[in-house]
């Protein structure tokens, strides 16, 4: 019997490079019953499916062995109805057995349970329902900040890197100026040995080296010296090598200088010192990069607001959102945020939506509308009845499916994960190698020294850790800036591959209903309006999609239907009634040839009308011919500039449609569309997408409901909709809004992301791949004997910068 797999999400503040990320993915994996693990340098967080065995509270301690311990927070619940042992142990093991819960501790005296769970892996709501679940009532008495966002968290991590950058600054500026003086400025070398004296010097760089180590430095040590113990080294065990190798030896100098032959007594503080303060004003960069790669959901949590005006039998009062619930009225200010979803049951405005669907303009609103949670009433006063709170909203399944596609991987990972397991062993064993060849070479122990302090600091298995997963944070937070959302980071490749979009017609690149297109008059005795005027008295009752189009184009035009009477249905060919006295026929040519009506003089008018896809309507007065109109699913605004875009982008458009061969031959031709497939139910175009699959990987693009088959059949399901009723389970893309040049967007987005990793990973191997030899003195480019290891610090720590600040670049995508 399959047992059921749970999923739960860690937050591992202790990850800093793609070695570490490898390191917690397989401790995760050893652990029996763990199906998949998935480790994110980018968030800090390791998602896991497991089954028993393994638990969250096993997971966790497995890391904590490994040495990345998660992130915990802890709750503490008042709870009511506990009245003997028996129930504190159910209470303890419905919390027990909820995902990410590590520990609980219920007290029947206190009437209280004290929860500790992971960070990030479980909200304290869903612990309140598991305690309801198992019969009794809790609220939540104090708790832990919930999870910040990416950006919120890497902006906290920046400010505590910037102390230590400004105190590491402080401390090495002296060691510097003594260190680098002394050598470049003769006048310099002077003064300090006939003031303080070169020993007095070396003493004075030995102290403030020691304290930049023990202070700011000591990030390094903590992590990196337990790493290298338990071996596992990682990059922080790279640098806590390197600088402790030049601090350690500089000291001997300055010590017990007779231990070291006389051409041997130089030191290096400040290479260790500048080391440090170097690599941390990288990772203040990359921190506060990282920062603003991750500012899209930021901007997504800002648009909740915190209180509403709720109706209540007293009067209006303002609620916390938390409090809402379904079925709540809500007063909606003009100018004011929405709370929640809901629908509108009083007034009439706008709605700016743009911050959430990218449409610039305004959505009108009126009774029966739907609101949806963060986006900006207009100059009108409403109120709407909430149909969903916290999590079911549309903003906060947004936000997580964000967040979800951030956390991914795509399958390009799978090459830096095997070269970053190996990466920081291979460059120790390069280091050691580097140190033996010098010494062998007859270098002196001093060179070999240095050279190999500068394997170990120039080597950066950061960027490779870092080179993908910020691309996929900015480039999925630009597309939820843009309405499009990623479900997965993987559709970024997939659909960066597609060779074939196919386009299902009504709803996606058509309106999804038809309108009025084209009216020629037949006879001088009728005005256009008078024409629609009683074409739609005729259809007042009417439910064709016909008649509908008709009655939306009188009241486009504020035109009131004429008064008819004794409408008679004529099944296949159209309808007659009596309006205002006279005989009016509506329908199509086959009505009128059998009431010997002569459309001799517009029969050329409706051939042509017929072959762009349009249905001709005729009408006729009193037995002569009135007018000839035209109705048709009219297409998008922009649906020829999407096709086009797509086009010129390299893709093949296909169009597929249950509609009849003709009506999507035309649209089709309209829309320069040369591989058509019509008259297919939805099982067909399932069969239609494996067709294209046969010539190259193929996204599908469909309304989200009736398409689903054919979405889930694709390489890449593009679900277009209005934002609240998308098919979020059926396709790996959604677009909040109907525009179909979003679909153009999203394939550019894709391809823009893709580029970037690729540069980042070619920045990443070539930076390692040639500055490695450089650093060993087997390549020199300037002259020298290898590379000074302050140097050395500065270009790896330009590595992480260049790689971000490249990733950066993907905000200003689809614009």
Not at 24 to 52: H, I, K, Q, Y
Request: glycine share 10%; aromatic share 4%; with cysteine.
């Amino acid at each position: 019997m399959n047992q059921a797999i749970s999923h739960t999400t860690f937050i591992i503040d202790g990850m800093h490079c793609g070695a570490c990320t490898g390191r917690v993915e397989r401790a995760l994996e050893a652990e029996e019953g763990v199906t998949a693990a998935s480790a994110n340098l980018m968030a800090r967080s390791a998602r896991v499916e497991f089954a028993a065995p393994a638990t969250p509270a096993t997971l966790a301690e497995a890391l904590s062995k490994a040495g990345y311990p998660v992130n915990q927070a802890e709750a503490r619940l008042e709870i009511e109805g506990m009245t003997c042992a028996t129930c504190t142990g159910r209470v303890e093991r419905a919390l027990a057995s909820t995902p990410g819960v590590i520990a609980a501790s219920v007290n029947l005296a206190t009437q209280s349970a004290a929860v500790t769970y992971a960070q990030g892996a479980v909200a304290p709501s869903e612990l309140v329902r598991a305690v309801e679940g198992a019969g009794y009532h809790a609220r939540v008495h104090s708790q832990a900040e919930a999870p910040a966002p990416v950006a919120d968290r890497q902006a906290a991590e920046a400010e505590q890197i910037k102390r230590n950058v400004l105190i590491s600054g402080v401390l090495t500026l002296p060691v510097f100026v003594l260190a680098m003086g002394v050598h470049m400025i003769p006048a310099f070398h002077h003064w300090v040995a006939g003031t303080i004296g070169e020993r007095t010097s070396w003493w004075i760089q030995f102290v403030l080296t020691a304290l930049v180590l023990a202070f700011p430095g000591r990030v390094f040590l903590r992590i990196g010296i337990p790493a290298l113990l338990r071996g596992a080294p990682e990059m922080n065990s790279l640098v806590a090598l390197g600088s402790l190798a030049a601090f350690l030896y500089s000291a001997v100098v300055t010590i017990a200088p007779t231990l070291l032959p006389a051409s041997a007594r130089e030191v290096y503080f400040e290479a260790a010192a500048v080391i440090v303060t170097l690599i941390l004003l990288g990772r203040w960069l990359e921190a506060r990069a990282k920062g603003r790669a991750g500012q899209a959901i930021s901007r997504l949590v800002g648009l909740r607001p915190t209180t509403a005006k709720v109706e209540r039998a007293s009067g209006v009062i303002e609620l916390p959102v938390e409090e809402l619930a379904p079925g709540d009225i809500i007063q909606l200010a003009p100018g004011e945020r929405v709370a929640v979803d809901g629908e509108v049951i009083e007034g009439h405005g706008w709605i700016d939506e743009s911050m959430l669907t990218g449409e610039p303009a305004p959505v009108e609103k009126t009774p029966g509308a739907k609101v949806t949670g963060g986006t900006v009433n207009g100059p009108s006063a409403l109120s709407f009845r909430v149909t969903a709170t916290g999590g079911d909203t549309v903003l906060s399944r947004i936000i997580a499916l964000v967040e979800e596609a951030q956390g991914g991987k795509l399958p390009v990972q799978a090459l830096v994960d095997k070269v970053t397991r190996v990466f920081v062993p291979v460059v120790m064993a390069l280091s050691v190698l580097t140190f033996a060849i010098w010494m062998l070479a007859g270098q002196g122990f001093t060179h070999a020294l240095v050279a190999a302090i500068s394997v170990m600091i120039i080597a950066c298995p950061c960027a490779m850790g870092l080179a993908t997963p910020v691309s996929i944070l900015v480039g999925t937070g630009r597309g939820a800036e843009l309405g499009l959302l990623f479900r997965r980071g993987d559709a970024l490749q997939r659909l960066s591959e597609v060779e074939i979009v196919a386009f299902d017609k009504t709803g996606t690149l058509t309106e999804g209903h038809p309108a009025l297109t084209d009216l020629l008059p037949a006879s001088p005795l009728f005005t256009p309006d008078e024409i629609i005027a009683m074409a739609a008295g005729a259809e007042a009752r009417s439910e064709h999609p016909l008649a509908q189009a008709i009655l939306t184009e009188a009241e486009a035009r504020a035109i009131t239907p004429a008064k008819a009477r004794g409408a008679k249905a004529l099944p296949g060919r159209g309808l007659s009634a009596k309006v205002d006295g006279r005989e009016v026929l509506l329908g199509n040519a086959r009505a009128m040839e059998e009431a010997g009506v002569d459309c001799a003089m517009l029969a050329p008018a409706a051939q042509a009308l017929a072959s762009e896809g349009k249905t001709p309507v005729w009408l006729a007065v009193d037995g002569t011919l009135a007018a000839l109109m035209a109705v048709s699913d009219p297409l998008k605004k922009y649906a020829h500039d999407a096709v086009a875009a797509l086009q010129f982008d390299g893709a093949e458009v296909a169009l597929i449609s249950g509609d009849t061969k003709a009506t999507v031959e035309a649209v089709g031709r309209q829309l320069g569309i040369l591989r058509v497939i019509a008259g297919v139910l939805p099982e067909g175009k399932v069969e239609a997408v494996n067709s294209l699959r046969e010539r190259g990987p193929t996204a599908f693009v469909g309304d989200g409901i009736n398409d689903a088959p054919a979405l889930a059949a694709a390489d890449v399901g593009i679900a277009i909709g209005t934002g609240t009723d998308v098919a979020i389970e059926a396709a790996e893309v959604v677009l909040m809004h109907g525009d179909p040049q979003g679909v153009a967007r999203a394939f550019a987005l894709s391809r823009a992301t893709m580029r970037n990793i690729k540069q980042n990973l070619f920045w990443a191997f070539a930076y390692n791949t040639a500055l490695i030899p450089v650093a060993m003195g087997i390549l020199v480019p300037f002259g020298g004997p290898g590379l000074s290891p302050m140097l050395a610090a500065g270009a790896m720590a330009f590595s992480s910068v260049f790689v971000v600040t490249n990733a950066l670049r993907l905000r200003r995508a689809g614009a």
